[in-house]
């Protein structure tokens, strides 16, 4: 999308804008120079990012949520997470379920303006809060610093940890200071877990094994709103949650399946056709930029902005259930004589 919309023009116009924070254009535009391969190309380095360089944010943001210029975020309704049900009760085609939101602490930069003691503020401030939560949501706190080398590929290999070293973030100028302030908290049973200043200041995350869509977004919405209590997160009337990379802005909701659907996708054009007719995107088996492995594919909403919590979910539900019903669909032409 940044070979798309930086045109000539727009580069004319931009290239001598700088924020508060002294970001440039450069800084929004690295990741997807160094990356060809970026889906998106582009950061805002700092908050003020979205609107001193919008003649490109704007159609990029336009063209990914199918958010105009003119439009506005609608305030959080996360609706009643029991009426999304369970999307495979015979457990037959999901494997997991995760739903994440992103947040950003007011008062903290983003990733490329963030300075040593902004990470570790910042960590030592949200470990406080997460490792007061009780009941179901009691955990621990673990920062990278420290933690073995074989600690970390296996929280990576089991999808709870980020990976190191993502050369799309590097080049945003966002791995400076790795590993300090970096970390991940987990309650007892690794049904909710907080990613702590990876792209984003917070990723909160509920998943479980099978399609249990109504409980574990029933979870994400409890603790969210549990540490909301005790954290301000910046919201922007526009663009609602603000977030590092324009993908994630408004709701900040990635809600997924790890689903496997052999007959679909068999013809992979195809099946990524009819996930996008259902504003889905399909990823791979260990997240963003990776492939699908023995089948089993990353499928979530696509659009976060523009929409309401509640109903990026009932995007991603009905969805889903309609690959299922295709899936059956094909299953029973390949049974008939
Ligand atoms: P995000 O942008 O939501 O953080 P990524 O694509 O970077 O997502 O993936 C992060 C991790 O979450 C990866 O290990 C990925 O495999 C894992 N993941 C995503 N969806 C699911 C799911 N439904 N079940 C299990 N793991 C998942
Ligand atoms: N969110 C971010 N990791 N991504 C959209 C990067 C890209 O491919 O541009």
């Given at each position: ?98 739903v994440r939101c992103a947040r ?96 984003d200041?917070l990723r909160l995350i509920s ?13 994400l919405v409890?603790a969210v ?16 949650y603000?977030t590092?990379?324009?993908?994630n802005?408004?709701t900040t909701i990635r809600a ?48 976060r902005?523009?929409?309401?919590e509640?109903?990026a ?25």
């Amino acid at each position: 999308m940044l070979k798309k919309y930086l045109t000539r023009e727009v580069f004319e116009l931009l290239k001598e804008r700088k924020t508060s924070y002294g970001s440039t254009l450069l800084d929004v535009i690295r990741s997807g120079l160094c990356n060809p391969d970026s889906h998106i190309g582009i950061y805002a380095a700092d908050p003020e990012a979205y609107v001193v360089f919008k003649e490109l944010f704007n159609p990029v943001i336009e063209e990914y949520h199918g958010f105009e210029s003119s439009s506005s975020q609608p305030e959080t309704n996360w609706g009643n997470p029991e009426e999304l049900g369970n999307l495979d009760p015979d457990g037959a085609y999901i494997i997991s379920t995760r739903v994440r939101c992103a947040r950003s602490i007011e008062g903290y930069p983003f990733n490329p303006t963030m300075n040593e003691t902004h990470y570790l503020d910042l960590e030592k401030k949200v470990s406080g809060v997460l490792e007061s939560l009780t009941d179901d949501l009691k955990g621990q706190y673990y920062p990278l610093l420290g933690m073995s080398r074989e600690t970390q590929d296996q929280l990576i290999e089991d999808h709870f940890l980020f990976k190191e070293g993502d050369r799309f973030l590097e080049a945003a100028n966002s791995n400076r200071f790795w590993p300090k302030g970096r970390g991940i908290f987990f309650n007892d049973t690794k049904t909710f877990l907080v990613w702590c200043n990876e792209e984003d200041h917070l990723r909160l995350i509920s998943m479980e094994e099978g399609g249990d869509l109504a409980t574990i977004y029933g979870r994400l919405v409890d603790a969210v709103s549990r540490i909301e209590r005790e954290i301000s997160f910046s919201r922007n009337s526009r663009l609602g949650y603000l977030t590092f990379c324009p993908t994630n802005l408004g709701t900040t909701i990635r809600a997924s399946v790890h689903i496997k659907l052999p007959r679909l996708g068999r013809d992979f054009e195809a099946f990524q056709e009819m996930a996008r007719k259902f504003y889905l995107q399909v990823r791979g088996t260990r997240g963003e930029h990776t492939e699908s492995e023995d089948g089993v594919y990353d499928i979530s909403n696509q659009r976060r902005l523009g929409l309401t919590e509640f109903q990026a979910l009932s995007e991603m539900r009905d969805g889903i259930l309609q690959l299922i019903e295709q899936e059956k669909a094909l299953e029973g032409t390949e049974q008939s004589p």
